[in-house]
C-alpha cells in the first residue's frame, strides 16, 4: 500500500487508513485495525476489494436502524460537508484532534463553536494523535485525558472518543473510561464495500456489547461511491442497529486516499436525508446513540522533564521493548509517493532488535522510523535555542539522512529541517549530526534516518543529547563548531555563564591540567568514585573544586603529577597542559595500547619523552600537526587552547567510541 502526496505540507494529517501527518506526511502506524498490521507488514488486499461490490437491497426496512456520520481530525474542509447537513437537517460527531485547533488546513475555535451550535457532538480524538498502543500508559492517558480537557474547556460536551489508527487494545480501552469518556469508535469491525469484511455484521448494535470499541466499517476514501455509502445503509436495515461511517477530507484535490468530493457527499447526504423522512432511518450524533451524562474532566499526568545533560534523551533507543512487534515510543513515518514496509529483525547492532524498512514503488518522498509524535512521553521535550546531537547506527543500500519534526503550540508538529545527505553502507555505520539552534516556540523534536529511493535500511541504537544554549562566541561557522557542541552536549563542558545570561566558551584560552581532569572523568562518564580523605597531591586540598575529578585521574594512572622533595608529589592545576602532555593523557586514557611507532614529526624525535604517545595519537587520526615544507610538525610544548582539546576528545571518540 503506497502513500500517495508528492511533496511535504503541513497540511497533511494522518489517518486511520493509509496514515500520514499533519507535518510532512508522517505516517503514523496502523491501517484498518482488523485486517492491516500495526507496523507495516504486508497487508492482505483481496481481489476486487476496489471493484465497488455492493449489497442486496433489503427486502423490508427495519425503523431501529440509527445512522452516525463521524468525522475525523478536525480537517477545515469537513466544513463543507457541515453546511450541507445543516441545510438537510442532519447532525453528525467531529471528532477533534486539539493539537490542530487554529492550525493551516484545520478547524479554528471559531468553527468548532458554530459546529456545536448547529447541533453537532465535539468528540475527542487525542492531542497529537498517535498510535496509543505503542505509547508508554503515562503518554497514551496523557492523549487521552487531555484532548478532552482542552475541548470541556472551550466548553463543549464531550463523551465520545475516536482511536487514532483505530489502534487500541484493554489497557488503552481503560484508559479512555479512565478519562471521563462514555465511548470509543474503532473501524474494520462492522461489514463494508471490501469483500474481505463480508463475515462481520451489518452494524453494531445498540446499546453496543462494549462501548469502549463500536463497531463501525472501514472509513470512507476516494475509492467509495454513492452506492457504496448506500448500501451500508440498506445492509443495516435487514437487521437493524447502528452504522457509523467515517469522513476525513470532504474535497476536490487534496489527499487522494481518504477524501471524498463534496458533490458525492451532498448527493448521499440528500439521500440519506429522505430516508430520515420516510421514517427507514435515524441520524444521530454518538452521543445520541449512547447516552450517559457527561463525566469531570481527568487532567493527563504532567510530562516529564527533560533528562539531565549528558543524558541520552531518546526512550527505546535500541528497540529493545515492543508492544505487539511496534518498538515502543516509535513509529513509522513518511510522505510522497512510495511503499514503505516495516519490520523488526536481529540481531541488531548492540542488542537483539533493529528495525528494517524496505521502500519500494518508489516516486517521490521518503520513509523513516522516528520517536512518536506526541507530547513528551516518548519524543524528546526541546529548548529553543538549543542545538542538539543525534546519532544513530545504519546498514542501507540508498543514501539516508537525518529527517527532524519540531512541535509547536499543543501539540502541532511540523517539519523542522535534514542532515546533509550520507552514503550508503553494507555494515554497521554511526551517523552523527548537530542540528541548528532550535526555532522560538518549539518544544518538542522527533527525528530519524530516511530513505528516498527503492532500498532498504536498518537502523538501531538511537541517541540524542542537549548541546545548551549556543555558546555565544562559538558561531555556527568556528572551525571546530561541531567539536565544542559535542563537547557540551555529551556534558564533558558547562562553558563559562556570563551576567547578561548568555555562556562563553572561551576557545582560544589555554586548558588547564584541573579543567582538563575534570574534561576526562567526564568523558568517561562521571564514573563512581570515591575521593581519598587525604590529597595525594601537595597542591591539591581536599576543598579544591576538582579535587574528586584530578584524584580519579590519578587513581587511574592517567597523570602521575611531579615529583617532590620527601616522596611527595604535586599537581599543577592551575597550569596549562601541554600538547605532549594532552598526548600522554589521552593515550593513558585509552588504556596505553601496544604500539609501534610509525609516525614522526620534525619536532618530535625517537627519544623524546613521549614520542610513543604523540606517534600513537597521529597514526590513529587524532591530530594532524602542521605542515612544514619537508614533513609535518608537532609542536609539543605549545599549550593547548580549549577548542583544540574538543577536537582531540572528539576525534578520540569518533576513533574509540566510549562504551
Known sequence: MSTTNDQRAATESPHEGRARSNADGILLGKHFRKRWTAFGSTALIVAGLLAGVGFAAPAHAAPTTV???????GNADQLTAEATMKNLGLVGTFFITTGWIDQPTYLTTANLQQIAADGNEIGGHTVTHPDLVSLTPAESTRQICN??????????KVTSFAYPFASENPATEALVKGCGFNSARGLGDAASKDPASATLPAADTIPPANPYVTAAPDEVDSTWTLQNLQDQVTHAQTTG?????TFHHVAVGTDPTLTIAPTLFNQFATWLAQQKAAGTVAVKTVDQVIGGTQQPAVPGPAVPPPPPPG???????????LVNTIPQCWAAGGYG???PAFSIVTPGHAGTNAEQLTVTGWVSGDA???????????SPTGTPGHTYQLKAWYKSTADTQFEVYYRVGNGFWTYWTASPLVLPAANWTQITWITPPLPAGASGISWGLNIQANGTITTDDYEMYDNGTSFADIPASYPFYNEITWLAANGITTGFPQPNGTTLFQPLQSISREAMAAFIYRYKGS???????ASPFTDVPTTDQFYKEITWLASTGITTGYPGPNNTRSFHPLDSVNRDAMAAFLYRLSGSPA???????????????????????AANGITTGWAVPGGAIFQPLQPVHRDATAAFLFRLNAKFPRV
Do not use: H
Not at 147 to 156: C, E, I, K, Q
Not at 595 to 617: K, M, Q
Open 67 to 73: 445512522v452516525s456520520l463521524t468525522f475525523d481530525d
Open 147 to 156: 484532548g478532552r480537557v482542552a475541548l470541556m474547556n472551550m466548553g463543549f
Open 241 to 245: 442497529g447502528w452504522v457509523q461511517l
Open 311 to 321: 543524558t541520552n534523551m531518546i526512550q527505546n533507543p535500541g528497540l529493545e521493548t
Open 337 to 339: 509517493t512510495n511503499t
Open 368 to 378: 523513516k522510523l522516528l520517536p512518536a509524535l506526541d507530547l513528551g512521553g516518548c
Open 527 to 533: 564514573p563512581a568514585f570515591t575521593a581519598p580523605a
Open 595 to 617: 604500539v609501534t611507532p610509525t609516525v614522526t614529526f620534525l619536532d618530535v624525535p625517537s627519544t623524546y619523552p613521549f614520542y610513543r604517545e604523540i606517534s600513537w595519537l
